[in-house]
């Protein structure tokens, strides 16, 4: 089957042994012995262990060069896993705030996106993500070097730690980035309560919920989610990493599933978290005992969710 991933951080794609290649390259020292030093250390307490080693990790990205071998090495896995769509978040701001420029980030990402299609077989689109625990004006100068590039966006997304920090303040931004024709996505409900789900679709007006798991606490907006037909960008895998859940067996999937949700299944930052689309598939399929229906259901569920035309939807849909 074919899929759609629309939730995935290229940062989250840089693998170890990729991370000390672009290091000695770049001469960085990493803080970590080796590369089994640093996978040894992918079992998380909580959702900032992760972001320690993630944004240790970044540091090894310099140049434009880096950026579109990583984005490259991302879409020929992500088209052995079967995806036909990619819609990729990339952390701009982080890069900015260590002195590498919009420029060089999103042109080196750009150039490998636009030769995706042609390389693998999978179209793509940018979305640009900003981190919710830095202030709203900090990210509106991102979103304005960003805009300044002149390279296609696709959308804007809200990012990072979610619990204490309030998606409001990002309002005007969300409503700026809608008038310049851009889609809104934003996370919530993986850390935080049912109220912050309330909270994105209330103050930002996103399309998707990236995440969303912890919608299911409220049946009013599991109504609303299913009668609206808003997608909820789902991350298993990730989901049981970063203790959002603590099983597999208590990942609310399959109950989403049966509750009608525009539900799918992506991979996050798939280099942390133990396996790309595939292998999310693979493990929900092995948990919950899916039927190729239910697998069609969650393939079909990434189409439409996608920001794909409705003519292109319909072509793969098909």
Known sequence: MTFAELHLHLEGTLEPEHAFQLAERNHITLPWRDVDDLRSRYDYGCLQDFLDIYYANM?????????????????ARAAKAGVVRAEVFLDVQAHLARGVSAETVLGGVSEALRESESNHGVSSGLIVTFLRHLPAEDAERAYDQAL??????LGIGLCSSEVGFPAAPFAPLWERARADGLHTVAHAGEEGDASYVWEALRDLKVERVDHGIRAMEDPTLVAHLRDNRIPLTACPLSNVRLKAVPSMAAHPLSAMLDAGLLVTVNSDDPAYFGGYLDDNIAAVCSEFGLT???VATLANNSIEASFLSPAEKAQLLS
Do not use: I, K
Not at 59 to 75: I, K, P, Q, S, W
Not at 148 to 153: D, H, K, R
């Open 59 to 75: 540091e090894v990205l310099r140049t434009g060069e880096d950026f579109a071998e990583l984005t490259d090495a991302y879409l």
């Open 292 to 294: 190729e229906l239910q």
């Open 148 to 153: 300044a590039t002149g390279v296609e966006l």
